[in-house]
């Protein structure tokens, strides 16, 4: 057991003491037998019943998505885009826990020249997000999640955002035995905020920098427009991949797709995607040449035929892995599978 998973018999109330994040994996004899989301806490304890005397057995979901290590990118954006999980459960090919990706592991994986990360957050942001006053009671903000199943609310002050309640917050109160208190004893404050112009790209480089989940809209009078949270984010990038790979009707075992391009290759995109972000194609950045491939490589490559396959070790962050680079027999680009054995 970790921080992020418990037994089928932990009780209930003590599911989220220790560790971060919004779900538990529920393990027994290294076997997945179901998830445990923190908003379903928060949902019985609003309901009335008492989590102290239940077991995290009569909460989880039996019914769980969870996938290999070995599988790629693409096929962990086909899951993500379908079932828009908050976390992601790693097995091995036994069905057996393995470990849990999280969010920023999962963004951090992908293309950093997708598109998705030029796209502005009014786009897709949720609108509307449920608000509290900061002098509210708790008991009140307890019976929200009872209502509407929502993930936070948004605090504020003379309908100016002024901080952000959350699940973890709204648990601390729970396991402090609901103490009567109000909004503004247990809410972060001040809120982070960013405008709905704002991209998915620096929206990501503010939950990084920050170490949050979630992030208000608002407009230029500090008033809540909207709310964008971490798992809306891997959607639309994955979403972009997605979109990205159909477009070449790539195979499903493909990390990487990259296009001949005058300077070198980019990472091809088609010009149905781009004319939805309102982009040129001169203002990707994509990847070149001298980025991990010696001048050797590049004779190669450059050489290859169409249905050739050839073995190179290409530079990704520091890391030099092995790719298999195929050129295509009917259109100018390259497809690269990690070599895994």
């Known amino acids: 057991m970790n921080k992020n998973t418990v037994s089928p018999f932990t009780p209930l109330h003590l599911a989220f003491a220790k560790g971060d994040g919004h779900a538990r994996t529920v393990v027994e004899d290294g076997k997945i037998l179901g998830i445990l989301l923190m908003r379903d806490v928060l949902g019985h304890a609003s309901a009335g019943r008492d989590i102290r005397k239940m077991a995290v057995e009569d909460a989880m979901i039996k019914d769980v998505i969870s996938m ?69 009671n708790m008991v009140d903000a307890c019976d929200q999640w009872l209502l509407n199943r929502i993930s936070c609310l948004v605090v504020c002050e003379h309908e100016k955002v002024v901080g952000m309640l959350s699940e973890s917050d709204v648990m601390r109160w729970l396991l402090e035995g609901s103490p009567e208190s109000n909004v503004a004893d247990y809410a972060s404050s001040p809120a982070i905020t960013l405008s709905p112009e704002d991209t998915v790209q620096q929206a990501w480089q503010t939950m990084n920098d920050k170490q949050v989940m979630k992030l208000v809209i608002t407009d230029d009078k500090d008033a809540p427009l909207g709310l964008i949270t971490v798992t809306d984010m891997i959607v639309a990038l994955c979403q972009s991949l997605l979109d990205t790979f159909s477009c070449y009707q790539c ?68 890391a030099a892995l092995p790719f298999v680079a195929t ?15």
Not at 334 to 341: D, E, G, Q, T, V
């Open 68 to 136: 290999e290590e070995s599988h790629n990118n693409l096929q962990m954006a086909k899951l993500f885009t379908q079932h828009k999980m908050k976390s992601f459960i790693i097995r091995d090919t036994h069905g057996n826990f393995l470990r849990h990706k999280n969010p920023s592991e999962i963004i951090q994986s992908l293309p950093q020249s997708l598109l998705g990360y030029f796209q502005k957050l009014q786009t897709m942001m949720c609108h509307h997000p449920r608000h509290i006053d900061m002098q509210a």
């Open 251 to 318: 195979p499903d075992d493909v990390d990487m797709l990259l296009e001949w391009h005058k300077g070198g290759m980019i990472m091809a995109v088609s010009e149905k995607v781009l004319q939805c972000f309102g982009m040129q194609t001169d203002e990707i950045v994509g990847l070149h040449w001298q980025n991990g491939c010696s001048d050797k490589h590049q004779k190669a490559l450059l050489q290859l035929k169409y249905g050739e396959e050839q073995d190179i070790l290409w530079d990704l962050g520091g």
């Open 327 to 341: 050129r295509d027999r009917e259109q100018p680009i390259m497809w690269w599978r990690l070599k895994l054995s």
